[in-house]
């Protein structure tokens, strides 16, 4: 009687035993699933413009695959911002660059002032002279080198203007008389130029605004030069 109690009392342990294990490995199994849920599940903004990741695919796999695509369409990405950054000339700050003003420019330098005329009015009468200086010849224009030996001199006025004519001679070679009057006439601002000759002879021009001198110049059988001119002087300057 006794034995049978105890194995009773035995099989009671037992089952209580059991229903304790069986409780525990229920409470482990549903711990065991809320703690793996998170790690299967994907947040909503990883699934992509559908919302609902497909069988198989990964949010992985999703991101890579949208990032052509918006490039393809033409999105607005980090990458067209940078392009778009890179080609502004407006400074990163927003600021606009305020350049210095511009200075006005220096105003031209004056103009010279006209020359003043070498003859005035009343102009001489027609006139010439043989071995001297004709009345009314410019000689503070064109003085003639020392030493020069006078053939003959000429003057002639018509309206504003006076013709003069000298021919003679001086001891000086051609390229000595042909720098005097060089340098006479270049200080009254008269600039010169070859001109044409006869064989034998050599040509200048001077030039001054509308005033004009041709000199000419030859040697002669004992050495010495000859010289011509003839000039046309304006009494207004220019």
């Keep these: 009687m006794i034995a049978k109690r105890l194995v009773i009392v035995g099989v009671s342990v037992a089952a209580v035993l059991g229903g304790t294990a069986v409780v525990f490995d229920q409470l482990a199994g549903v711990t065991d699933t809320g703690a793996a849920a998170p790690s299967t599940s994907v947040p909503p903004a990883s699934a992509g413009s559908g919302g609902t990741l497909p069988p198989g695919a990964s949010a992985t796999e999703d991101d890579t695959s949208a990032a052509p695509g918006s490039e393809a369409g033409g999105g607005s990405g980090p990458a067209s911002g940078t392009q ?28 010279p002032s006209p020359p003043v005329a070498l003859v005035s009015t009343p102009l001489p009468p027609t006139a010439s002279a043989q071995g001297k ?30 013709q003069v004519t000298a021919d003679a001679i001086s001891a000086s070679s051609q390229d000595s008389v042909v720098g005097h009057f060089q340098q006479k006439l270049a200080a009254l601002s008269f600039w010169s130029e070859p001109a044409p000759a006869a064989d034998g002879q050599r040509s200048v021009r001077f030039v001054r ?11 002669t059988g004992t050495g010495s030069t000859r010289f011509m001119l003839l000039g046309n002087l304006h009494t207004t300057a220019g």
Excluded: C, M, N, Y
């Excluded at 080609?87 to 330098?109: D, H, I, N, T």
């Design 84 to 111: 778009e950054s890179a080609g502004s000339a407006a400074p990163a700050s927003g600021k606009r660059e305020v350049l210095p003003p511009v200075a006005a420019a220096p105003a031209g330098l004056p103009l």
């Design 133 to 162: 200086i004709v009345a009314g010849f410019p000689a503070a224009a064109l003085p003639f080198p020392d030493g020069s030996v006078v053939v003959s001199t000429g003057v002639s006025s018509a309206d504003a203007v006076l």
């Design 209 to 219: 605004g509308t005033d004009s001198v041709t000199l000419t110049t030859s040697t």
